[in-house]
């Protein structure tokens, strides 16, 4: 083949001749991709989503995906927090590690979720502290609550956590 492992037939819309391009919509398998949108599930509410990606059920190839991305693009909103909120404050580990990782990802405002947010900085799982450190350095949250929990983070035992909170200390002092 003259262009190593590409199959000169998939170069469809590419001209050299006249110097021009356009880009082919195909994927590899034909099927049109071009600026494919979710295929409705922002549609669903957020008690709806949170209970199909739990459910184990098949919902589509890329529904898991979509799905918590669109949760997060509502929780930075400040949209329907109460599972986020229900997450954090949950008595089982697995959970509240859960929604720490959907709290970095999605950084709601503060003062929707601050209050439940600086409850993890006591936390007993550190990838729960280490989120809070993060929430407190992408939400700029930052009162007379928060400055002896970041101290004690900076004291804590995990590496992580550490270094996440004298990230937070030399990003606020700049």
């Known amino acids: ?17 006249d110097v021009t391009a356009t880009v082919s919509t195909n994927d590899a398998r034909g099927k049109n991709t071009a600026f494919k949108m979710s295929s409705g599930v922002s549609a669903y509410s957020t008690a709806d989503l949170f209970r199909m990606l739990n459910d184990g059920t098949d919902h589509g190839k890329d529904f898991h995906y979509e799905a918590t991305w669109c949760l997060f693009g509502r929780w930075r909103k400040g949209i329907d927090l109460e599972p986020l909120i229900c997450l954090l404050a949950s008595e089982k580990s697995r959970e509240r590690e859960r929604g720490a990782w959907y709290l970095e990802e999605s950084t709601p405002p503060s003062d929707a979720i601050g209050d439940v947010a600086i409850k993890l900085a006591t936390d007993a799982i550190d990838y729960c502290r280490w989120a809070f450190v993060m929430y407190v350095l992408n939400s700029r949250l930052y009162d007379d609550r928060i400055a002896p929990l970041l101290a004690e983070c900076l004291l804590d035992l995990n590496l992580r956590v550490r270094s996440a909170t004298i990230f937070w200390a030399v990003l606020t002092c700049d």
Not at 8 to 14: E, F, Y
């Open 1 to 17: 083949m003259p262009y190593g492992n590409i199959d000169p037939a998939r170069l469809t819309g590419i001209h050299l001749s």
